[in-house]
């Protein structure tokens, strides 16, 4: 990889479930870093809960909101930016992100029904959960591995091991 480009310390990435939020926010913690996630600034902005956005808006409206967010954080120096599942698949986020140190979280279909429970906060997901959170996740693995500078297997694990070993890879110490 290149040279990191100014902007996040790290952009955590991955499937939905995979704690990338939790990850995220550990690290900043741990390196006295601001975190920002990309889909409670959307809320943020929007007034309304990512949900509340595909059920009113739809998608295309939640990914454009989405992509603005993503961009405008992306030059921001300095913090750990964690993005929603589907940031990646949108080219011009994909595009933005090429250069920048990514940490690509994975996890398998039994630990992420555990954390998220697919339930209705989970719009891409509503219907036969199981099998779209597995056909969603085959889908985007290539575009979320070539984004990676780094991956990190969550399953079966706790945050804190998670945030631990991420930090040995972004401090070069692994």
Do not use: C
């Amino acid at each position: 990889m290149s040279a990191a480009l100014s902007g996040p310390w790290v952009v955590v990435i991955g499937p939905p479930g995979v704690g990338k939020s939790t990850v995220a926010a550990g690290i900043a913690e741990r390196t006295g870093r601001q975190v920002v996630d990309t889909d409670r600034l959307v809320e943020e902005r929007e007034g309304r809960s990512v949900p509340d956005l595909f059920i009113e808006n739809g998608e295309e409206y939640f990914r454009e909101a989405e992509q603005r967010a993503v961009i405008d954080s992306l030059a921001q120096e300095g913090i750990v930016l964690a993005l929603g599942g589907g940031a990646p698949m949108t080219p011009a986020v994909a595009e933005a992100l090429a250069g920048h140190r990514v940490l690509l979280l994975d996890v398998g279909i039994a630990d992420a029904a555990k954390r998220i429970g697919f339930d209705r906060s989970r719009p891409l997901l509503a219907v036969n959960p199981r099998q779209a959170w597995i056909r969603t996740t085959e889908a985007r693995r290539p575009t979320y591995e070539a984004l990676a500078t780094w991956r990190i297997d969550t399953a079966g694990r706790d945050a804190e091991s998670v945030v631990t070993e991420s930090l040995s890879l972004l401090e070069g110490r692994a």
